[in-house]
């Protein structure tokens, strides 16, 4: 059994609940990050949707525009308008979850650096935190059963 970690927004109206583990966690450098969350990053938990149950509150989903002009929707409290989670592609089985909003996001280290090319030069990187100028190859990052279920996800 996984689990159950909880989170929610900052008012309080948004409370879920989070199966862990999560299929993957980046801190995420790149400069859509760094706008979208008014930050030197971002850390997303890549979670299956359905390990995600939201209780309560409402969300909305608002369109942010992106570099390479894909679909990416931010989910915030209507309340208080903190951002929960993210759509990028529309992608229905898949959501990046904020850390940040979790009860205690110390669970949920980052498990990679991604496009650090653009990282802020006073951000210092962890040296056993893998991370990449740009993406990588998730087939030689992930566990292979973390994988196993990204690939089970239905579009």
Known sequence: ???????GCACGDVRYKLQIPPLFVHCCHCRECQTHSGSAFVINALVETDRIDHFSGELVAISVPTNSGGP???YHCVRCQTALWSDYGRRAGMRFLRVGTLDD???????VHIFTRSKLPWVTLPEDVPAFRVYY???EVWPADRLARRHAIKK
């Open 1 to 7: 059994m996984s689990e159950i970690i909880e989170g």
């Open 72 to 74: 990416h929707d931010i």
């Open 105 to 111: 996001p110390a669970k949920l280290p980052p498990d």
């Open 137 to 139: 190859d998730m087939k």
